[in-house]
């Protein structure tokens, strides 16, 4: 049974950082992995993930700011954010596409406000 668990978000000021982690059990690879977000209102949006094929794929509002990382050993995808917006303010959940299933965590609140 696939389960990844978010953790990392929180309240912080513009211009600061935040790092995601979605710690995954019951798969095999860290590709087709990733976050997507979705803030209130609005439909959910890829914000940054491991391809099929493990390169990176990046949202163009976050490129240069966010980095997706992974630790194979601990099944553990990251998500580091610099220079945060208040745009960026959203609910950020780990996905991963395994077997023909998409699957999501349960997602962590990110707020960027003064």
């Known amino acids: 049974q696939v389960q990844l668990v978010e953790s990392g978000g929180g309240l912080v000021q513009p211009g600061g950082s935040l790092r995601l982690s979605c710690a995954a059990s019951g798969i095999i690879s860290l590709n087709a992995m990733g976050w997507f977000r979705q803030a209130p209102g609005k439909q959910r949006e890829l914000v940054a993930t491991f391809t099929s094929g493990g390169f990176t794929n990046y949202a163009d509002s976050v490129k240069g700011r966010f980095t997706i990382s992974r630790d194979n050993a601990k099944n553990t995808v990251y998500l580091q954010m610099n220079s945060l917006k208040p745009e960026d303010t959203a609910v950020y959940y780990c996905?991963?596409?395994?077997?023909?299933?998409?699957?999501w965590g349960q997602g962590t609140q990110v707020t960027v406000s003064s």
């Open positions: 996905y991963k596409a395994y077997r023909g299933r998409d699957y």
